[in-house]
């Protein structure tokens, strides 16, 4: 067993704390000052946001928006975008699984890998195949 007092923990702003990671998933602290936000993002593995201490506001791709205090837990699919927007100085606890998850680079072939750039353009330019 193994076990973290996350109010505890000497996290830093702009500094995420990878408190545990497997190939099971992946447990990150972060540290967000009030007024900043992790900007609109996604991420490879199905995504869990659980408030800590402070409060945030969640926006999810199509507009879905929910404001998120300590003990608020919010699930993001595989490849969802959002957006955290500190209302207050927040420290969250971001649980990544599985780790790494399908498409991240970490899980990528070196094949896959020299080919990845390439399809990283495909993506952000529609006009491009």
Do not use: C, Y
């Not at 990878?18 to 992790?38: F, K, Q, T, W």
């Not at 879905?64 to 837990?73: I, W």
């Not at 990544?96 to 330019?125: I, N, Y």
């Amino acid at each position: 067993m193994k076990t973290w007092d996350i109010n505890a923990l000497a996290v830093r702003e702009h500094a995420p704390e990878i408190v545990s990671s497997s190939s099971d998933a992946r447990a990150i602290v972060l540290h967000l000052p009030a007024g900043e936000r992790l900007q609109e993002h996604e991420v490879h593995e199905r995504a869990f946001v659980v408030v800590v201490t402070g409060e945030v506001e969640i926006e999810a791709e199509g507009g879905a928006r929910a404001l998120a205090g300590p003990g608020v837990l919010t699930e993001f699919e595989p490849g969802e975008r959002h957006e955290v927007r500190a209302r207050s100085t927040s420290r969250l606890l971001l649980l990544l699984t599985p780790w790494p998850g399908r498409g991240h680079p970490g899980a990528l072939s070196l094949a896959d890998k020299a080919h990845a750039r390439e399809h990283a353009s495909a993506r952000q330019d529609p006009e491009a195949g």
